[in-house]
């Protein structure tokens, strides 16, 4: 139990559907962290929030839209996908984003698949 | 660019036995290197962070060095448990505004009986 918490695990979805991934954390954090994770590539950093203020957008295409209502719940709206989009899908916390030596702790992630 | 680039991509032992894990890098400024494990179907999980002035980390059966002259790391397991199969993971952070960090592509290991 890592503390972060993401669902669904499994996602099968068309490319004209719109459907949310969803993260919460219990660890008191408050940056947190949506990675896009492709077979045989490094992990992507897509979006960060720091105290549910954006704070970074990694050239995502706009298909991908992230809300964080709070310190403890982050969502990631997706909609009208590409194939090439099939991923696992991370949500990651740490004590607060700017402050260097902070594990992030993960979620066990979103494997998503685009038909 | 910042790149971190881990060796080997896959490796097999048996288990009992010991092994490397090898990260080179190049990310500037250096801030910390970090070692997640990450087995099939679950997050990556943490298992050392070192800074510029450490060279070695222990955790458990899992030992960390890092030469921030050479720029490398290298992560070793000792007597190597079958649930030590999964990928580790080399990751490498900035003291930059907004602590970037530089992920590698893993080592993807496999403990036989």
């Known amino acids: 139990e890592t503390g972060v918490t993401q669902t669904p695990r499994h996602l099968v979805m068309g490319m004209t559907n719109k459907k949310s991934l969803k993260c919460e954390q219990h660890?008191?954090?408050?940056?947190m962290y949506w990675y896009k994770q492709s077979a045989k590539k490094p992990l992507e950093l897509m979006f960060v929030?720091?105290?549910?203020?954006?704070?970074e957008n990694n050239s995502v295409p706009s298909r991908f839209s992230p809300e964080c209502p709070n310190s403890s719940h982050l969502f990631l709206h997706l909609h009208t996908l590409q194939p090439e989009d099939s991923a696992l899908y991370l949500c990651?916390?740490?004590?607060?984003?700017?402050?260097?030596?902070?594990?992030?702790?993960f979620g066990d992630g979103t494997r998503l698949s685009i038909l | 660019k910042n790149q971190v680039e881990q060796s080997p991509q896959s490796l097999i032992i048996l288990e009992g036995k010991n092994c490397t894990l090898q990260?080179?890098?190049?990310?500037?400024?250096?801030?910390?290197l970090r070692w997640y494990k990450q087995d099939t179907g679950r997050g990556p999980v943490s298992l050392t962070i070192?800074?510029?002035?450490?060279n070695t980390k222990s955790n458990g059966r899992y030992t960390a060095t890092l030469d921030a002259d050479t720029k490398q790391s290298s992560l070793h397991i000792t007597a190597s448990q079958l649930s030590d199969s999964a990928s580790y993971i080399c990751?490498?952070?900035?003291?930059?505004?907004?602590?970037?960090?530089?992920f590698g592509g893993g080592t993807r290991l496999m403990v036989k009986p």
């Open positions: 929030y720091n105290f549910k203020e954006q704070t």
């Open positions: 070192m800074t510029f002035s450490e």
């Open positions: 990260c080179n890098y190049t990310v500037s400024p250096f801030s910390n």
């Open positions: 660890l008191g954090h408050n940056a």
């Open positions: 990751v490498v952070g900035t003291n930059n505004a907004g602590n970037m960090l530089t």
């Open positions: 990651a916390s740490s004590q607060e984003r700017g402050i260097s030596n902070q594990p992030q702790h």
